[in-house]
């Protein structure tokens, strides 16, 4: 069973920035395409970012588009969520997950989530 612990979340003032991680234990992330999702308090899950295997392509939720940028190390089994010009809208429960087909198929594995709380 792959493990996607993810790091990073924590309190920040809106117009801050926060970098999440997630890093993979159990396999080589590389055979994965990765994403994150995320869930605020009384709100459905979200898509927010994700990547393909090799990290050559990208996609974005358009309410993060130009703020957020998703990467992966594969070498190092990581893959970022780096954020940028936070509101308090972003603030929620952020999941690290991955699946073994992109852009389609199901996510096999996800994280436990890093708390992000955005002030205002």
């Known amino acids: 069973q792959v493990q996607l612990p993810e790091s990073g979340g924590g309190l920040v003032q809106a117009g801050g920035s926060l970098r999440l991680s997630c890093a993979a234990s159990?396999?080589?992330?590389?055979?994965?395409?990765a994403a994150w999702f995320r869930q605020a308090p009384g709100k459905e899950r979200e898509f927010v970012a994700d990547?393909?295997?090799?990290?050559?392509?990208?996609r974005y939720s358009d309410s993060v588009k130009g703020r957020f940028t998703i990467s992966r190390n594969n070498p190092k089994n990581m893959v970022y969520l780096q954020m940028n010009s936070l509101k308090p809208d972003d603030t929620a429960v952020y999941y690290c997950?991955?699946?073994?087909?992109?852009?389609?198929?199901?996510?096999?594995?996800w994280g436990q989530g890093t708390q992000v709380t955005v002030s205002s």
């Open positions: 159990g396999r080589t992330i590389s055979i994965y395409a």
């Open positions: 997950a991955a699946r073994r087909s992109y852009p389609g198929g199901e996510y096999d594995y």
């Open positions: 990547i393909s295997f090799a990290g050559s392509t990208t």
